[in-house]
């Protein structure tokens, strides 16, 4: 009786879990940074909020085993998905590349699997912050068409951008975006640059309930700290 009772209790708690990131983790206090340096103008507390929120949103739904990819594959649920901090250095070299205003066609290869990029064109139905959200979801679309969990191939490399944001080991990223206006053309150009490159051999992540691996220190329940 009292294996089941534990065992009923775990599987509320997964869907509580479950139903709370749902709705999207939020992220708020001081672990958003205000300004850093000289970003750009777009990047301070509501803009890193969104970046935040947009990539440990994600994290934490592949760490409860709820992402799968166009073919119908779940990835399993994840014992060591990190939480992944926000870095102003890291912000500072992102600046670097979108204030090119270069229209961004997306990583090439293992060579440059330490940062995603994309642009969008400005229209009224996005702005310097709503980016962050267009970008996360472009970038975590790339997901591989597994059909286990594997260490990364170099036949995967279609699938950096989901890699950087969604290893575990990852645990720290900083981005920017830039408005843009080329021949009466006006976009956004986004680029974030991550703690680690995205390295062909390495894992993904280890297998198991969320936090299984870090319980001692685990944020809202799912993400290791």
Request: glycine share 8%; proline share 2%.
């Amino acid at each position: 009786a009292t294996a089941k009772l534990k065992m009923f209790i775990c599987s509320v708690t997964v869907l509580f879990l479950a139903l709370h990131i749902s709705c999207g983790l939020k992220i708020r206090g001081d672990i958003v940074p205000g300004r850093c340096g000289r970003g750009t103008q777009f990047m301070l507390y509501r803009a890193h909020r969104a970046f935040l929120e947009a990539h440990n949103s994600r994290r934490a739904s592949l760490a409860l085993g709820q992402v799968t990819t166009k073919e119908g594959y779940t990835f399993p649920a994840a014992a060591n998905m990190r939480f992944m901090a926000y870095n102003c250095t890291l912000e500072e070299e992102a600046a670097k590349l979108t204030k090119t205003c270069e229209r961004f066609t997306g990583v090439t290869g293992f060579n440059q699997a330490d940062r995603n990029f994309a642009s969008f064109d400005s229209n009224n139905d996005n702005g310097g912050i709503s980016v962050a959200e267009q970008a996360a979801s472009l970038w975590w679309d790339q997901r591989p068409q597994w059909e286990n969990l594997q260490n990364i191939t170099d036949s995967d490399s279609s699938a950096i951008s989901f890699f950087l944001m969604a290893q575990a080991e990852i645990d720290k990223f900083g981005c920017s975006v830039t408005l843009c206006n080329k021949n009466g053309n006006s976009y956004y150009t986004v680029a974030c640059i991550y703690g680690q490159k995205v390295k062909v051999g390495s894992e993904l992540y280890q297998e198991g309930p969320a936090c299984s691996t870090c319980s001692d220190n685990c944020f809202k329940h799912v993400l290791c700290k």
